[in-house]
DNA sequence: CATGCTATTGTAAAAAGTTGCAATAAGGAA
DNA sequence: TTCCTTATTGCAACTTTTTACAATAGCATG
């Protein structure tokens, strides 16, 4: 259960605390890497942490995520997932099947730039999710 | 009630049906212009329609954006708001008072075909929302 | 204009996500 | 190590969103 990354100083630094609950979630997030649903965070988590709530679980990765350690992500039909926080990326799926796949930052920023220009607003680098057909659903049709 | 636009032709040539519901609710978006929440959406559609439920609310938001008469976009935190198709656009959202400024489509184009050309993916032109900071709360800091 | 097929709706119940509040416990200070 | 402050949790109630299914009603057809 101890986990390669120690997130407590991270959190601590801020003002905040350190708990069985956070380290488990985060445990949980971090070991499979990929996004996963509250329902699915909650369900791996518990497993080592039986107190656990799914209140919890919604509060927690609401924290996580403003304070950089998780991130949020649009995903299909209106329903939050995160994922442990690594490089900035983004992500194209599929509406038809479904697939994803991950694209990194830096193509965005010529767009960045051109969108902070004209709207004087300073962007975050905040995940965004883009729909259309992979290549084996273009054939399909 | 009479809408100056009628969606009726569009959505028989599809092989479906125009109804008290569906024009209600395409009404309530159609003259508010705005990104409606689903419980707005069927506040204000309520009262034209009487019997009208929040489940085909529900339903048929999610049936009107799948045929292209409305867009989803994910603002703020996970929940989905609709407004009325017309043109293409995305927006820009201050995570620090919710401020919100539309930008068109086309400084997204190059980007676009750069990420289609290095993931084999045709991308739809779906709203895509970003965050940020807008220039009054640039100031604030 | 009447008929039939089936898309669409309402109802009811479940699932997912949120909120208020009192009890608990993390961790800095003595 | 003990104490104290207050961030954090669990509980319970509530709101929002989804699902199953039988009843209803568009509208194409004759």
């Known amino acids: 259960m101890t986990c390669s990354v120690d997130y407590a100083p991270e959190i601590r630094a801020r003002g905040y605390r350190m708990t069985p609950q956070r380290h488990a979630i985060l445990h ?4 499979s890497g990929k996004h996963l649903s509250p329902a699915d965070v909650y369900k791996n988590a518990h497993k080592e942490l039986p107190g656990l709530t799914e209140t919890t679980v919604y509060r ?9 350690l998780v991130r949020p992500a649009h995903i299909g039909n209106g329903h939050l997932v995160y994922e442990i926080a690594r490089h900035e990326h983004h ?5 038809n099947c479904g697939a994803s796949t991950e694209v990194e930052h830096s193509p965005f920023e010529r767009l960045y730039r051109q969108l ?3 709207t004087a607003y300073k962007l975050d680098s ?6 259309g057909l992979c290549s084996d659903c273009q054939k399909g049709k």
Chains 1, 2 share one sequence.
Not at 60 to 68: H, I, K, P, R
Not at 91 to 95: A, K, N, Q, S, V
Not at 126 to 131: A, D, E, G, K, L
């Open 28 to 31: 949980v997030l971090y070991h």
């Open 60 to 68: 927690t990765l609401e924290f996580l995520a403003a304070n950089g």
């Open 91 to 95: 992500h194209l799926i599929c509406r």
């Open 116 to 118: 902070e220009s004209s």
């Open 126 to 131: 905040s995940h965004v999710t883009f729909f």
